[in-house]
Nanobody, 116 residues
């Protein structure tokens, strides 16, 4: 059974930073491209970054390029998202997912609120 458990969300001021984590189980993590996805209040799901199996580099949407960094530790089945210089409009629930299933299967999510 696939399980994805996100953590690390919280309340942060604009310009602040957070590091999200995701622990994966129930599948061979090291063989899957992985992604971070978010859903802002009243809006649809949006993928924001994905990373290949080797963990060398990531692909980002333009809105987060240069501020967010996706990474992974295949030995620990962990996926991470370092988020810097957060903006108020990035308040959302953040999910990790297999890249190929991000629209249909995700963890329970972690709430990120960016507010002063």
């Amino acid at each position: 059974q696939v399980q994805l458990v996100e953590s690390g969300g919280g309340l942060v001021q604009p310009g602040g930073s957070l590091r999200l984590s995701c622990v994966a189980s129930g599948f061979t993590f090291s063989k899957q491209y992985m992604a971070w996805v978010r859903q802002a209040p009243g809006k649809g799901l949006e993928w924001i970054a994905f990373i290949g199996t080797s963990g060398r580099g990531g692909t980002y949407i333009e809105a987060v390029e240069g501020r967010f960094t996706i990474s992974r530790d295949n030995a620990k089945n962990n996926l991470y998202l370092q988020m810097n210089n957060l903006k108020s409009e990035e308040t959302a629930v953040y999910y990790c997912a297999k890249w190929k299933e991000w629209r249909t299967s995700r963890g329970q999510g972690t709430q990120v609120t960016v507010s002063s």
